[in-house]
């Protein structure tokens, strides 16, 4: 069953959770309000918005501020509206504010990765107007090759969008951040690496699910497998996103979560609900899982193998048994066909996706 329309839940007092902590509290048809919980020094705190009437924020909007309320307690910055002796913004500041605005969209591990690295560079309490290439250059070339260039994509963003408000003037070099023209030897060449994330033979795969532990991580991964999701969709899900009975279950998973922006419907087979056990409180996890607890198991059943190497191993056992590659790719939530052709395909194929799925699990489980 679908969430119910923020009109409606407007006329439900009480509690809704969002996931992420982020909670809507409805008094009235006229008084409702966000709130994050999150703790501070072991101190459990809220911070609150309204929901409804002046200065009200959209659910997207909420989830921006969340992410700029736990990035300024995870790192220490200081807060957005800080009032700076010098004109113009730290450059703390102006992170929070740009991801409240490109990051509207992002999934929330997607958005909270970016403010964290970018919030790590040595010049974050630094006046964003005085930052210069003797600041972004040595600090870039001092991460890994592969994280350098995301960063630096993402603080060129920082740097305009700042251009844009007017906290800053650029000079003659342009961006700190971009290395174009006169300025494109400075940056090094970048070359994408070839390798792709390990997988697990088809053959193997029921032997591998076999090993894993039956504990939460273990049940998590199978899960994982089951599903073909990404090890970030599991890790975030909360039972308020399974809806259904046995034989028609459904993870629905929000489009705030998806790497495309866009709700994904998943079909559970028996096998997957016997994982995830008795229905419990709509904002609690399916699965309760430490920091890389996922990966940890898949290698101690192959080593060298990844959760994310399991979308893989299905891919190619659906390639090779000849299925529908449409269908194939859908459940894979990719994008499939022209931009022209998706504008007429408006279903998901959910009901096909069901039986290929079905019959996945039945050879991942050797059943």
Same mark, same amino acid.
């Given at each position: 069953? *679908?969430?119910?329309?923020?009109?409606?839940?407007?006329?439900?007092?009480? %509690?809704?959770?969002?996931?992420?902590?982020?909670?809507?509290?409805?008094?009235?048809?006229?008084?409702?309000?966000?709130?994050?919980?999150?703790?501070?020094?072991?101190?459990?705190?809220?911070?609150?918005?309204? *929901?409804i009437g002046p200065g009200a924020l959209s659910l997207t909007q909420a989830r921006a501020e969340r992410a700029r309320?736990?990035?300024?307690?995870?790192?220490? +910055?200081?807060?957005?509206?800080?009032?700076?002796? +010098?004109?113009?913004?730290?450059?703390?500041?102006?992170?929070?504010?740009?991801?409240?605005?490109?990051?509207?969209?992002?999934?929330?591990?997607?958005?909270?990765?970016?403010?964290? +690295?970018?919030? %790590?560079?040595?010049?974050?309490?630094?006046?964003?107007?005085?930052?210069?290439?003797?600041?972004?250059?040595?600090?870039?070339?001092?991460?890994?090759?592969?994280?350098?260039?995301?960063?630096?994509?993402?603080? +060129?963003?920082?740097?305009?969008?700042?251009?844009? %408000? /007017?906290?800053?003037?650029?000079?003659?070099?342009?961006?700190?951040? /971009?290395?174009?023209?006169? %300025?494109?030897?400075?940056?090094?060449?970048?070359? /994408?690496?070839?390798?792709?994330?390990?997988?697990?033979?088809?053959?193997?795969?029921?032997?591998?699910?076999?090993?894993?532990?039956?504990?939460?991580?273990?049940?998590?991964?199978?899960?994982?497998?089951?599903?073909?999701?990404?090890?970030?969709?599991?890790?975030?899900?909360?039972?308020?996103?399974?809806?259904?009975?046995?034989?028609?279950?459904?993870?629905?998973?929000?489009?705030?979560?998806?790497?495309?922006?866009?709700?994904?419907?998943?079909?559970?087979?028996?096998?997957?609900?016997?994982?995830?056990?008795?229905?419990?409180?709509?904002?609690?996890?399916?699965?309760?899982?430490?920091?890389?607890?996922?990966?940890?198991?898949?290698?101690?059943?192959?080593?060298?193998?990844?959760?994310?190497?399991?979308?893989?191993?299905?891919?190619?056992?659906?390639?090779?048994?000849?299925?529908?590659?449409?269908l194939t790719e859908r459940s894979l939530a990719h994008g499939?066909?022209? /931009?022209?052709?998706?504008?007429?395909?408006?279903?998901?194929?959910?009901?096909?996706?069901?039986?290929?799925?079905?019959?996945?699990?039945?050879?991942?489980?050797?059943?």
């Amino acid at each position: 069953m *679908a969430r119910p329309s923020f009109t409606d839940l407007l006329q439900q007092p009480g %509690r809704h959770a969002f996931g992420q902590s982020l909670f809507l509290t409805v008094r009235g048809p006229h008084s409702a309000r966000w709130e994050y919980q999150h703790r501070v020094a072991g101190a459990l705190r809220s911070a609150w918005w309204p *929901a409804i009437g002046p200065g009200a924020l959209s659910l997207t909007q909420a989830r921006a501020e969340r992410a700029r309320v736990w990035l300024e307690n995870r790192t220490g +910055a200081a807060p957005r509206n800080r009032v700076l002796k +010098a004109a113009g913004k730290l450059f703390s500041d102006v992170v929070p504010e740009w991801l409240a605005v490109a990051a509207s969209s992002w999934a929330d591990k997607t958005r909270d990765g970016v403010g964290r +690295a970018l919030l %790590r560079l040595p010049f974050a309490s630094k006046d964003i107007g005085k930052i210069k290439t003797d600041d972004t250059l040595p600090a870039l070339l001092a991460l890994p090759e592969r994280q350098r260039q995301d960063v630096r994509q993402n603080l +060129a963003r920082v740097f305009d969008f700042a251009a844009g %408000r /007017k906290y800053l003037t650029f000079d003659a070099d342009g961006n700190p951040a /971009k290395f174009e023209a006169t %300025r494109r030897e400075l940056w090094p060449t970048f070359k /994408k690496s070839d390798n792709h994330h390990a997988d697990i033979a088809a053959d193997d795969l029921a032997a591998v699910l076999a090993k894993l532990p039956d504990n939460e991580a273990g049940r998590a991964v199978r899960f994982t497998a089951l599903t073909v999701a990404r090890a970030g969709e599991t890790e975030g899900a909360t039972w308020a996103e399974v809806v259904g009975e046995n034989g028609t279950s459904a993870w629905i998973i929000p489009a705030e979560r998806m790497k495309a922006g866009k709700a994904h419907r998943v079909p559970l087979t028996p096998q997957a609900l016997a994982l995830i056990g008795e229905r419990k409180a709509d904002s609690a996890p399916l699965f309760a899982l430490q920091s890389n607890a996922m990966l940890n198991a898949i290698k101690k059943a192959s080593p060298g193998a990844t959760v994310h190497g399991l979308r893989t191993t299905f891919k190619t056992w659906a390639s090779e048994a000849g299925k529908d590659r449409e269908l194939t790719e859908r459940s894979l939530a990719h994008g499939f066909g022209s /931009k022209v052709e998706n504008a007429y395909q408006r279903s998901d194929l959910f009901d096909r996706r069901r039986e290929l799925i079905n019959e996945w699990a039945a050879f991942a489980t050797g059943r």
